[in-house]
């Protein structure tokens, strides 16, 4: 009777967008960790926990007012929003309904609701008695008035900051990866525990002259020795006591000593995942940043350039020596395989990364990652080096958008330099932009004052500049002289004083950095000026 | 026509013998891996087998005599500083044209005596980072002065009596009579320095002043011959 509404129910649910975005938008907002809104949901209840912690703490010694009572009612109406906002995204309910109705219809067999319901109602159960659910469900119990008994347990609102502190969370994981080492060494203190309470009560009992006078005191008498605490308040007087406690301060600098060794050794195993954390986590701040993958010495030449720039990058590589030598530089990088979609992914590539360079001095493992870039992201833009001639094509069919050979350019130059000096220096100077000199591109912006302006009437002799051409797609210009195919476009070298600018154009100039940035700042306002 | 002798044969020295103008360089391979010979005279180099190590040999090749100018482009650094050093011994107004594979050895190169320091992973990283900053203009470099497209780069030395002399660069107007731009001058009044022609100071030309300009190359040859036409 209830099948058929429910699974219609379930397939409305499938299928509505408007379900569908704002469980994303709660998903994004309480769980998913790439998401902006969820930092600062995170800090807004670290702060309302504080407060709610501070309150009870006032409310120990003084009666709270009407605005305390207030305040209380609204940390817990979000805490329970918030407990049953997780409970539903834990998991799709309606999925549930309709893989057991589809099973049901492929084999034939009656859909039972009732079946179906307990596992729906399973699943939430499993939610509600996970860890993380029960500190949320004890921090809310408390302020229901017949539970107010349970007040104590308001300190489990406490707890609750490990949701929401990623590095709490990093501890709490590096203890339960050592659970088993922790157990055994529990059960071990838990064995010396007992034997040492046992034996001090027979020892010390108020009958044979002690101090002790019920197991209770044993018990806490042993954990302050075992602990090396040593109060002093209850102190063995008997021969046999004395040796107990000898042997028990033994066993316990010994315990202590395996359980300090124990969480050192887990935090070092973990040292790498904290400090990727912390990579990605100051990543993430920027948008247009590069990766760099391999950090040799073409990787350091190019890290040392951007960095001058203050051009965000990460460097991505596997050796020890070369990420050592980033940690000194104090650069952002992460120790690992490039070629991994896993490394790259935290990397950034699909979250605010804008290049990506393949520059290991291997070109098998070039054409791996930037196969792999582009797989993950075809839009990218990847320079690739290539150290061997026949490895370019490879590249670029590797999705590479331009492959650079460090041998054939270095070679190239040789040449260069070998037979025009002064021509080499020149070229080179224009691009390390030594002197101040530089070539640049300047765009004709719609409505500027250089739109639709012939090459003639532009005075760049006054503004001490020499126009070497425009690079433009526009078809207009095609009919012109000295027409160069450069990618997709047009790069028309030192145009006739009739070609007219278009927007979208771009001039190239050359001159002082001075220069270029007045005009370039001229046609900014003038674009910005009403049209006449 | 310039002499030139490359130590060590590689993609490197290949490269950079593909670019030279064959017809006013001479060009020989000075190597000592018989394999690597073979390969360099199957191409159709003019090769060489000795041990740079000894200056009697470097002599027996012409440096010191009628060797313009030497590539250094062994594989290994410290033997590159030798040949430097050796070179530079015999010839003091040789061009030594070397390759380093760190900054360090670009220094030691220097104080050897070399002109030129070669270093392909600067030379890389340098070339990426442009094309990350200025990826427009380094396109059109590359595939213009660079590459194979009809675009270069040259410089063109003023003889005597040519009609450019006692002329001023503000008067050249290249870009319309030739279709060259003008990218700087070398006025031997003021030095060797290179003055990028952007308009700042009007630069009388005599001869032995050297122009840079940019364009076709059949426009240049055509500016040269002009200038030369004494």
């Known amino acids: 009777m209830f099948a058929k509404p429910l699974v219609y129910f379930a397939y409305l649910l499938k299928t509505s967008t408007y379900y569908q975005q704002s469980k994303q938008f709660f998903y994004n907002l309480l769980e998913n960790p790439q998401s902006k809104i969820k930092s600062y949901f995170d800090l807004f209840m670290i702060c309302l926990v504080m407060l709610s912690i501070f309150f009870l703490v ?15 009612k609204c940390v817990v109406t979000v805490f329970i929003s918030e407990y049953l906002l997780r409970a539903w995204l834990y998991c799709d309910s309606h999925r549930i309904i309709i893989k057991e109705y589809e099973r049901a219809e492929y084999l034939n067999t009656r859909f039972s609701v009732l079946k179906t319901l307990k596992k729906v109602f399973g699943k939430k159960l499993e939610y509600m008695f996970s860890l993380f659910a029960m500190i949320d469900l004890l921090a809310i119990l408390p302020s ?18 490990f949701r929401y502190s990623n590095s709490i969370k990093v501890f709490a994981d590096v203890l339960s990866n050592k659970r088993f080492e922790l ?12 034997i040492s309470t046992v034996a001090i009560y027979l020892f010390e009992n108020n009958s044979s002259g002690g101090n002790i006078r019920h197991l209770y005191d044993a018990f806490y008498w042993s954990i302050v020795t075992i602990s090396t605490v040593g109060y002093g308040d209850i102190t063995p007087v008997t021969f046999g006591g004395r040796l107990v406690t000898i042997a028990l301060i033994l066993t316990g600098l010994g315990g202590l000593s395996f359980f300090t060794s124990i969480i050192v050794s887990a935090f070092n195993e973990k040292m790498h995942t904290l400090r990727e954390n912390r990579t990605y986590a100051e990543l993430s701040r920027f948008d247009n940043f590069i990766i760099i993958c391999g950090f040799g ?16 990058f990460i460097v991505i590589d596997t050796e020890d020596d070369n990420t050592l030598l980033a940690k000194e530089k104090g650069y952002l990088y992460i120790q690992d395989d490039a070629s991994k979609n896993t490394v790259l992914i935290n990397a950034g590539i699909n979250s605010g990364a804008s290049s990506v360079i393949c520059v290991t001095g291997d070109d098998v493992i070039n054409v791996y990652i930037t196969l792999t870039s582009h797989s993950l992201n075809p839009k990218i833009n ?17 999705g590479a958008s331009k492959v650079i050979q460090p041998f054939e350019i270095s070679g190239l130059l040789a040449a260069e330099y070998a037979g025009q000096p002064v021509a080499f220096e020149a070229i080179l100077g224009i691009l390390h932009e030594q002197k101040q000199i530089l070539m640049e591109t300047l765009v004709v912006y719609p409505n500027c004052l250089l739109e639709h302006k012939k090459i003639a009437d532009i005075d760049f002799k006054k503004r001490k500049l020499t126009l070497v051409g425009v690079i433009s797609s526009n078809k207009i210009h095609l009919k012109r002289r000295n027409r160069y195919k450069v990618k997709n476009q047009h790069f028309y070298f030192n145009p006739e004083h009739q070609f007219e600018l278009q927007a979208e154009d771009m001039i190239i100039v050359l001159g002082r950095k001075y220069s270029i940035e007045h005009f370039q700042d001229q046609i900014e306002k003038s674009k910005l000026r009403p049209k006449k | 026509m310039k002499k030139i002798i490359i130590f060590g044969y590689n993609n490197l020295s290949y490269e950079a013998i593909s670019r030279l103008d064959q017809k006013s360089h001479e060009v020989l391979i000075v ?14 180099y003019k090769t060489k087998k000795l041990d740079f190590r000894s200056d009697d040999e470097l002599k027996s090749i012409g440096i010191g005599q009628s060797i313009d100018i030497i590539f250094c482009f062994l594989l290994e650094d410290s033997k590159n500083v030798f040949l430097t050093l050796s070179a530079r011994a015999i010839d003091k107004n040789l061009d030594i044209i070397a390759c380093a594979s760190s900054a360090q050895s670009a220094e030691k190169l220097i104080s050897a005596g070399a002109n030129k320091i070669i270093d392909p992973y600067q030379i890389c990283g340098q070339k990426i980072y442009e094309l990350i900053k ?3 203009i380094t396109n059109i470099i590359d595939h213009t002065v660079f590459g194979r497209d009809d675009l270069h780069i040259a410089e063109i030395i003023i003889p005597i009596g040519s009609y450019l002399e006692n002329t001023y660069s503000s008067h050249l107007a290249l870009n319309d009579q030739y279709n060259l731009v003008l990218i700087g001058i070398v006025d031997k009044e003021l030095g060797d320095n290179l003055h990028f022609a952007i308009g700042e100071k009007d630069h009388k030309l005599d001869a032995g002043d050297i122009i840079v300009v940019l364009g076709p190359s059949r426009e240049i040859t055509a500016f040269k011959q002009e200038v030369s036409n004494v």
């Open chain 1, 58 to 72: 006032y409310s120990v010694e003084h009666e709270l007012n009407s605005t305390g009572e207030f305040f209380e």
């Open chain 1, 144 to 161: 229901y008035r017949p539970l107010r008994i349970l007040r104590i347990l308001l300190i489990f609102r406490l707890f609750k900051l």
């Open chain 1, 183 to 194: 157990l055994t060494l529990a059960i071990l203190m838990g064995f010396l525990v007992f």
């Open chain 1, 297 to 312: 010495r073409v990787g350091q030449e190019i890290a040392s350039k951007l960095e001058k720039d203050q051009q965000p």
């Open chain 1, 382 to 398: 990847i320079i690739a080096r290539a150290n061997r001639d026949d490895n370019v094509k490879k590249l670029y069919q590797a």
């Open chain 2, 31 to 44: 190597e000592t891996d018989a394999l690597l010979l073979k390969s360099a005279v199957e191409k159709g």
């Open chain 2, 134 to 136: 200025k990826p427009d």
